[in-house]
């Protein structure tokens, strides 16, 4: 039952459905779908840190770590122009590790959420 709501999760990579998969088991099946729900709701998709990324490049650099929720570092990318632009080049390469590790942050959080 549980796997069934992990596929409407659009842009789920086989990394991420495995890692929430994880954190899912043991969840009721109330618990699971509170849990979709609330994720479903924090997650990125890779695509968008990148078009976050790219628009941090060309128009407001750090837009992808003020969306992640990495305030300090994103003050610094706008301060710096994206530390010269390499921090956001750098950034476009690894777009998919940062939405990765976001989720995996949120996706713990929801669950702790849902469990009390």
Do not use: W
């Not at 039952?1 to 043991?26: H, P």
């Not at 998709?45 to 992640?68: D, K, V």
């Amino acid at each position: 039952m549980n796997q069934n709501l992990l596929f409407n999760l659009k842009g789920i990579t086989a990394e991420e459905f495995s890692f929430v998969q994880q954190v899912m088991d043991g969840m009721t099946d109330q618990q699971a779908q509170r849990f979709v729900t609330f994720y479903s709701g924090k997650r990125q998709s890779p695509e968008n840190i990148l078009l976050f990324t790219l628009l941090g490049l060309f128009c407001l650099a750090g837009l992808q770590r003020f969306i992640l929720g990495q305030y300090a570092m994103g003050a610094l990318y706008l301060l710096t122009g994206g530390l010269c632009f390499i921090g956001t080049i750098v950034d476009l390469a690894n777009y998919r590790h940062l939405a990765t590790e976001y989720n995996q942050k949120i996706a713990l959080e929801c669950a702790q959420l849902v469990r009390f």
